[in-house]
């Protein structure tokens, strides 16, 4: 009738071993794994930290803060993954690529599913702000071989470093998204505009830990990319500025060295024409290299 | 003018220490301590478990629902803290008592400050519900010397398993609460009622993944204390009833061996008279020893 399972006395020694006898009926395996696992580590950095009850009641006042940040517009836990590396860290699990692949970054919380396809070439940006840039390249498999008919889906924030969904109304709709489709010799163009770096939503409980943490809440300028083609793994990425003044503390963690592009200013005024700006603009040349799936 | 601190790239193997690197220039180091030794622990099991990134985004939900069912009256966090044993950790970490003293467990959401100060014998079962229950002992040092003037502060849950704070308007007020203090010879005694098992809330997200892992909501039969004199350690505590069903799987792990009291049935008319009932009553006799402070 009732659960007399005898599990032993809690007692700082054996607290983990004991909370994980207690889960021993749980049908979800997988749970129960996960839920010990967590146990045996929070326990260990509790055993670890000795925190006061003071202490502690601030933490679970921080989760509940968190928690009352989140709404169907902000995710502030994820956002206090991010800054954790946890995300990150997540993300490597789930994506370890053979080598001569093209690494992965987080996906962000931007990605919008219904961007527009586009004719290779197209200019995505839509607001006329900012410094233009050409980006080329290649998509290739880990022979060096071209891949035809991969879709890339193309994201950034503009030149305030805000993404058009953060400025409804203001930034026209779908403004710097874009989705291309390779063709038998498997290149990719697009333009768009120089990317700036931008922050996080600092205005909740994680942006504070952050201030707390001596840490700044900018994120270095990047493009997203999501690469799709039949046969081959996806590829959630990113390509970054390397002379972005936070190249090297990206407040999510999300730069790889594999990850940084050049940025060539283009001042030749022939180039210009055959690149369609009138005036400077920057090139961007980057190939990527997709796993078989 | 920016962070260009160099902290190396973020991999798989390097990732807690990455996030640690970032953290240097917190001003406090407590607080950097704390998220340092968290993100270790926290990095490990990850690696650990391995999730998907579905599996990490439902752990997102889940903690963002835990956020939002709390408000001013449910603190959901504290929930999850206490069925994972953390409550109980935590408790046990800054309660390390000298041999001899007594033990301390969970304070528990359900203590009031200003319960009303009672001449020793009181009844403070106000309901009128339940099996009649007499509690006596002593307050003692480590020595075995009688503690005068100790303040014994106990509250327990009525007949039905609710605290009056639960059922304001249903219960009077201040139903089985009361404050007593000891005399020269460090005696205490009330009359209260036979207390029973009880469910912690169970209708948000701590209840459904209790029952996700084969896990009841139930907390053995207990009643509270808090003890405090000059000169001592105050003392958080339960006395537990050891013939309840859930005495071996105590929803919040706060039960420990020491903490058993031993419910007499007294049917004799002449003690039940003594002790002011008119019926057959509990008797609790129980000490407890305080640490020196």
């Given at each position: 009738m009732f659960d007399e399972h005898e599990n032993g006395y809690f007692t700082e020694e054996t607290s983990a071993e004991v909370v994980a006898a207690r889960n021993a009926k749980a049908e979800?395996?997988?749970?129960?794994?996960?839920?010990?696992?967590?146990?045996?580590?929070?326990?260990?950095?509790?055993?670890?930290?000795?925190?006061?009850?003071?202490?502690?009641?601030?933490?679970i006042m921080f989760l509940t803060e968190t928690g009352h940040t989140c709404d169907d517009w902000r995710q502030e836990f994820?956002?206090?993954?991010?800054?954790?590396?946890?995300?990150?860290?997540?993300?490597?699990?789930?994506?370890?690529?053979?080598?001569?692949?093209?690494?992965?970054?987080?996906?962000?919380?931007?990605h919008v599913a219904e961007?527009?396809?586009?004719?290779?070439?197209s200019n995505?940006?839509?607001?006329?702000?900012g410094e233009p840039m050409l980006v080329r390249g290649r998509i290739l498999d880990t022979d060096g071989t071209p891949?035809?008919?991969?879709?890339?889906?193309?994201?950034q924030a503009n030149d305030e470093g805000f993404y058009d969904v953060q400025q409804k109304g203001i930034q026209p709709d779908f403004n710097l998204r874009g989705v291309f489709r390779t063709g038998p010799d498997g290149t990719y163009s697009f333009r768009a505009v120089k990317p700036k770096f931008y922050p996080i939503p600092d205005d909740g409980p994680v942006g504070k830990l952050l201030r707390s943490l001596g840490r700044h809440p900018y994120r270095p300028a990047h493009f997203h990319y999501i690469l799709e083609a039949d046969g081959f793994e996806s590829l959630t990425t990113?390509?970054?500025?390397?002379?972005?003044?936070?190249?090297?503390?990206?407040?999510?963690?999300?730069?790889?060295?594999?990850?940084?592009?050049?940025?060539?200013?283009?001042?030749?005024?022939?180039?210009?024409?055959?690149?369609?700006?009138?005036?400077?603009?920057?090139?961007?040349?980057?190939?990527?290299?997709l796993a078989k799936g």
């Open positions: 979800d395996e997988r749970l129960r794994d996960c839920v010990n696992i967590l146990v045996k580590h929070i326990h260990a950095a509790i055993k670890e930290m000795e925190p006061s009850q003071e202490e502690w009641f601030k933490t994820i956002l206090l993954s991010d800054i954790m590396g946890v995300s990150m860290l997540v993300d490597a699990i789930n994506n370890r690529k053979p080598s001569g692949a093209s690494e992965s970054t987080v996906l962000g919380p931007f961007a527009p396809e586009l004719p290779m070439g995505i940006c839509l607001d006329g702000k891949v035809a008919d991969a879709k890339i889906d193309v994201w990113h390509i970054f500025d390397p002379d972005d003044p936070y190249i090297n503390s990206d407040a999510v963690f999300g730069v790889k060295e594999s990850l940084m592009a050049k940025f060539d200013l283009i001042e030749d005024r022939a180039a210009q024409q055959e690149a369609g700006f009138d005036e400077a603009f920057y090139l961007v040349e980057h190939d990527f290299v």
